[in-house]
Each structure stands twice: as C-alpha cells, then as structure tokens.
C-alpha cells in the first residue's frame, strides 16, 4: 500500500465552480441527433419525436449547457433551413459530414429539447461559409421579444417566447483547413469582432466565445490565439479551445499521465489571454471555455467520399469506452476544477452516440458507456468553490511528461449544501492507496456517501448485452477521526467521498 496526502484549508480557494463546467455537445454528426435524441419512430418518443429513454439518462447526467450544432457541422450550416414547418425545410448537402441533412431538427427543436432535460442552449454561428449578416439575424430570431422581422418569424413557428440563448460561439475550429470556410488569424479576429459587435447590439446580455486554436498541436499555436485575442478582446467574454486525449501506445502509464497535457494547454492559453490583455490596457479578465473536450483515439474520422452522400445518418465515430478512458476522464473533470477560476464553460464531447457518453441503438435501447459515471458524479457532487488542493504524493516517471503524482485530486467546498467533496484518483497500476487528509482547516465533517469506479479488466466496456458491466458503486472505506480523514483507493480507480458538516 502507497501513502499519499491531500491538503487543504477553506480560506485557500481557487474560485467559484461555474456550474457550465458540467456541460455537453450534440453536433449533426452520425446518430447524434437523428437515432440519438431525435427518433420520431422511436417507441419512447414524445410528442416533438425526441427519444425520452435518452432524455432520462441526460437528465440523471445534469449537463447544465449543451453546445450546438457543430462543431464543423456549423461551418457550413444555414441556420434558416432548419426552422419553420417541417415540410418545407430543404434537404441539404452536409458536405462536412457527407450527408445529406433534412433538417427536420433544428434550432427551436434543439431548444426545446434542452428544456426538457432541463440544461441551457449555448449556440455557435457559422463564421464559414456565411458572417456577421447570419449571426446576428439567429440572435435576433432566437433572443429578441417580439415585434421585428426575425422574432416574429420565431413567434410565427410556434416559439412566443425567445430562447434566451446566452452563450454564443464565433465559429468553430476556425484555426485549422479541416473548417470549411478557414481564414487566416487576422481575418477571422476581425470577422469575429464585428459578428460580435452585431450580436450584441441585438442582445446586450449574450456572452461571447472566439474560436482559440483547436488544440495545442495545431500549427499555429499559440500565435493564432495571440493575432485573433489582438483583434477581438473587448467585443468578447471567453476563448474556446478544445482538447482529445489519446492512449498513446506506451500504455496505461503514460495514458493516464495525459491530462497534464491539458493542463498546461489551459495555462498557457490563461497567459496569453493576460497577455493581450495588458497589451489592452484592459481592466476585463478573458475566460475559457472548453467546448470540447474527451478522450478519442480508437474511431478516426471517415475518409471523404464527395462522389456520394449518404441518405441515412451513418454511425461515424462511435467509439466504445473503457473503464480505463473513464478514469482518464476523471483525470480530466479534476484538471478543470483545478482551473476553476479561469474556465468557465467545459462541455463534454459529445452527448450521445458519436465518441459520446451514451449509446443508443436506432429503434433499440439506449445505455451509459462507462465515461458517463464520472461526468455524472461531477456534475451531482462538484459545485460550490475549488480548494487549492496540494498533493503530496509518490511519484512516476513518464516519458513524455516528467514525474507524475500516483494521487490526483481536488476539494470541493459547498457550504451552501454543507458538504465537502474530494476527487479522487489514484494512477496505480500496482498499488492500493492509503490516503490522509487533514481537515482541521475545512471544519468538522463526516463521512457521507463514498463512490468508487474500480474494475479488474480495465479494457471492460458497457455494451447493449452488459449496459451496467462499468458502474460506481457505494463504497465505504472512508472514515474522520479527530479532523482526519482516511480512505483508501484501490488501485487504478476514481474516487467521490462526500462529506457533509456534523452536527454534534
Ligand atoms: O467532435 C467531432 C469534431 O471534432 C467536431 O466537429 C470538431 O469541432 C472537432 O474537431
């Protein structure tokens, strides 16, 4: 058994949980929306066709904000094909997906659909093939009263009241030639400036996020995030970058080591963004959103075929994880709230069907892959405030990335709710962790709820055949003795213990 600590105290706080840390995203793409949320035929679909066997496992996930419609879907995308009297919308082709795009479901479905799962939409404008003119007429249609030209087309569709979508993304990728209608930096700053402006002339009370450098690998990183923040920082509220994680071919060491590749992408982007804003003499702090995020590395993107477009969604990209990839995950939830103070939006990439957390079989059953536990935990158990969580931990080696504490995790205050939260994970492979905590500087808690994700086979998936073959479970080897917490986390596992206040 390994012995590790965590320290922390209720006065050293990295900053406010944004509950849109616990987002998702539903693109175009595959069986996402068409045999994902969307299944009119579907024996558990409800009056709009959306499939309520989905909507029950997204609403016991609690995404808080989902991110729609792409991805590199929007780049192409008219938005105006997609509302109005299903009949008349006009089928498309998807050239970015190869598809050809009935546009049954769009913006108002999409709407009302997050409604019913009880999440917030956060919408992102083609700043592709079309511009400022498409943007601000969506803001218009979706977020102005009545009593205009767009809003009273959304009225005429059957939506008296605006959407109210708050969260708005200038384009998507738009650093990289996989994006349709790709620019250079200063073009896109300017474009994404003045999309900006429109849009909240429309509607003063939108926040803005600007396409950041796709990842860190991307050519032009970090300068495009430099060019496009020089041009743009006053008109917008968060940069968006986004961040897949591999398994690289080393192994489960150097896998579960990968999110420090997140976390020092996520720190540089925060200096760039202090950068230009000095450079600004500005007095507004820039945010991230990291509108997606997750581990893919199995499925890789269908060759383009330009000659034929499929009639039927095709099912692109549906890798099947692991328990392993869940613990990376993890990993990933816990590096975020490490960053509480600057990200302010994380959506999980994506919600159902295409590299997503849940699966479903057209006309069939739907199930969570294993990745939906510990974005579900997170979501239940991770609000309140982020404790700068000090780990003192043995250490291993990896390759790529230098030593890497075998412990990772993070505390989470809730006085609201009087709880305490740790997550937890414990990277090894061989031992089982003896963790001790001090929690004189919190105040005086007791064990709540403890959850464990652990699996002797962690290539061990859940299927239709074995939906719950990868689930937490109550565990109960956590306990506080005179202010000092014990637990122990076995080997290769995520960890939820959940405190609440005594009330001796
Ligand atoms: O999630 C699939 C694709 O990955 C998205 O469309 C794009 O934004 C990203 O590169």
Redesign the pocket.
């Known amino acids: 058994m390994i012995k590790a600590r965590m320290k922390f105290d209720r006065d050293f706080r990295i900053g406010a949980v944004d509950d849109r840390l616990y987002g998702s995203f539903i693109?175009h793409?595959g069986r996402q929306v068409y045999g994902g949320v969307y299944e009119p035929g579907h024996p558990s679909a409800d009056d709009m066709g959306f499939r309520t066997d989905v909507m029950d496992l997204v609403r016991k996930l609690g995404p808080t904000i989902i991110r729609y419609p792409?991805?590199?879907?929007v780049s192409a995308y008219n938005w105006e094909d997609g509302v109005g009297p299903v009949a008349d919308r006009p089928k498309r082709l998807d050239v970015v997906w190869d598809v050809v795009e009935t546009n049954e479901f769009g913006t108002n479905e999409f709407c009302e659909w997050t409604r019913r799962v009880g999440a917030q939409p956060m919408m992102a404008v083609n700043m592709g093939t079309r511009g400022l003119d498409a943007a601000r007429s969506i803001v218009e249609y979706c977020n102005h009263p009545s009593g205009s030209y767009w809003s009273d087309l959304r009225i005429s569709h059957g939506y008296k009241d605006p959407h109210n979508i708050k969260v708005w993304c200038l384009g998507?990728?738009m650093d990289g030639h996989?994006q349709m209608g790709h620019k250079p930096a200063d073009q896109y700053g300017i474009v994404a400036r003045e999309s900006g402006k429109l849009m909240k002339m429309v509607d003063p009370s939108i926040e803005l996020t600007i396409s950041g450098s796709?990842y860190w690998g991307m050519p032009s990183f970090p300068d495009w995030n430099i060019t496009i923040l020089e041009q743009a920082y006053e008109q917008i509220d968060m940069i968006s970058i986004?961040t897949y994680l591999q398994k690289p071919v080393e192994g489960t060491a150097e896998y579960m080591a990968r999110p420090l590749l997140m976390d020092s992408f996520i720190s540089t982007v925060v200096s760039i963004c202090d950068v230009v804003k000095a450079k600004h003499r500005s007095r507004k702090p820039l945010y991230i959103s990291l509108d997606?995020w997750n581990v893919w590395w199995r499925e890789r993107e269908p060759e383009k075929n330009v000659r034929s477009f499929h009639t039927t969604p095709q099912p692109y990209?549906e890798e099947v994880y692991s328990f392993e990839d869940a613990v990376v995950v993890g990993l990933m939830i816990i590096t975020l709230l490490k960053h509480a103070d600057r990200v302010k939006i994380a959506c999980f990439?994506?919600l159902v069907n295409?590299?997503a957390c849940i699966t479903t079989r057209t006309g069939g059953p739907v199930w969570p892959q294993a990745t939906y536990y510990p974005l579900m935990l997170a979501s239940k158990y991770g609000r309140g405030v982020a404790l700068n969580t000090l780990i003192d931990s043995p250490v291993y080696e990896s390759k790529d990335l230098g030593p890497v504490t075998l412990l990772d995790g993070i505390a989470i205050l809730d006085d609201e709710h009087d709880a305490l939260t740790i997550f937890a994970v414990n990277r090894s492979q061989e031992d089982d962790l003896a963790l001790e905590c001090d929690l004189r500087g919190v105040g005086d808690y007791k064990v709540d709820e403890q959850w464990l994700l652990a699996h002797e086979d962690w290539d061990a998936s859940n299927t239709e055949a074995r939906p719950d073959n990868v689930v937490p479970r109550r565990a109960a080897a956590a306990s506080i003795d005179d202010g000092k917490l014990t637990a122990v986390l076995p080997k290769l596992s995520y960890s939820v213990l959940r405190m609440k206040k005594s009330r001796e």
């Open positions: 693109e793409l792409g991805g590199n879907f998507n990728e996989h796709a986004h997606e990209l990439s994506e295409t590299i």
